[in-house]
């Protein structure tokens, strides 16, 4: 099992762009979530899913959007990148029904700068 | 707003001591789980303990949970050079959101 797969690793953008960070999960894990994590500030929830077809806002939700189409894919979108979202970010999944040990299973991270 | 918040926020410790850890939360929680990352990579979850539980033991590491004074404590035993990592709490409030401290990071020389 690859576990939870994030790409791309590093990206640099400028101030306007776009663009899409890809996170997949070969576990069958009906939920996943996306953290952000910035210096002294901890690891902060911005969106996740309790499964396919729905999704819910979590901490600091502005500036991005998902979608949950499938059950191994869960991608967030910056629509128009600014520098406060300069950080690293997290993909998370775990089974949330029967099994649910409340373990979070972490992909290894994306490095965002935008300038 | 963070839930968790650990303490100290660094600690720096010579190889085979034991380190200790501790974080305090704001609101009731279900669970209480404990999050190692080491340097440029993801979290790996280390342990989890339940609102009910009031100590859990995993290897080198011992957790204990008092809800009255919304308080957890990690103490890592024996703690080697490769125990260097930072270290988050998590707590489990509502059922799908996990919300983690700021960390300790924990700097453990031969």
């Known amino acids: 099992n690859a576990g939870v797969t994030q790409t791309p690793k590093f990206q640099v953008l400028k101030t306007g762009q776009s663009m899409t960070l890809q996170c997949a999960q070969d576990?069958?894990?009906?939920?996943m979530s996306w953290y952000r994590q910035d210096p002294g500030m901890g690891l902060r929830l911005i969106h996740y899913?309790?499964?396919?077809?729905?999704?819910d806002q979590g901490e600091v939700p502005n500036g991005y959007n998902v979608s949950r189409s499938t059950t191994e894919d869960f991608p967030l979108r910056l629509l128009s990148a600014a520098p406060s979202q300069t950080s690293v970010y997290f993909c998370?999944?775990?089974?949330?029904?029967?099994?649910?040990?409340?373990?979070?299973?972490f992909g290894e991270g994306s490095r965002l700068t935008v300038l | 707003s963070q839930q968790g918040e650990e303490d100290p926020q660094a600690l720096s410790i010579q190889e085979g001591e034991n380190a200790t850890m501790n974080c305090s939360y704001k609101?009731?929680?279900?669970?209480l789980q404990w999050y190692r990352q080491n340097s440029g990579r993801g979290l790996v979850h280390l342990i989890l303990?339940?609102?009910?539980?009031r100590e859990k033991h995993s290897g080198r590491l011992r957790v204990t949970l008092d809800t009255s004074k919304k308080s957890s404590s990690l103490l890592i035993t024996a703690s080697r050079a490769a125990d260097t990592a930072s270290y988050f709490c998590?707590?489990?409030?509502?059922?799908?959101?996990?919300?983690f401290g700021t960390g300790t990071r924990l700097q453990v020389t031969l």
């Open positions: 998370a999944s775990k089974i949330l029904w029967e099994g649910d040990t409340g373990e979070l299973f």
């Open positions: 576990m069958n894990h009906e939920y």
């Open positions: 899913s309790v499964g396919a077809g729905i999704t």
């Open positions: 609101t009731s929680i279900n669970n």
């Open positions: 303990i339940r609102s009910n539980e």
């Open positions: 998590a707590t489990d409030g509502t059922a799908s959101k996990l919300t």
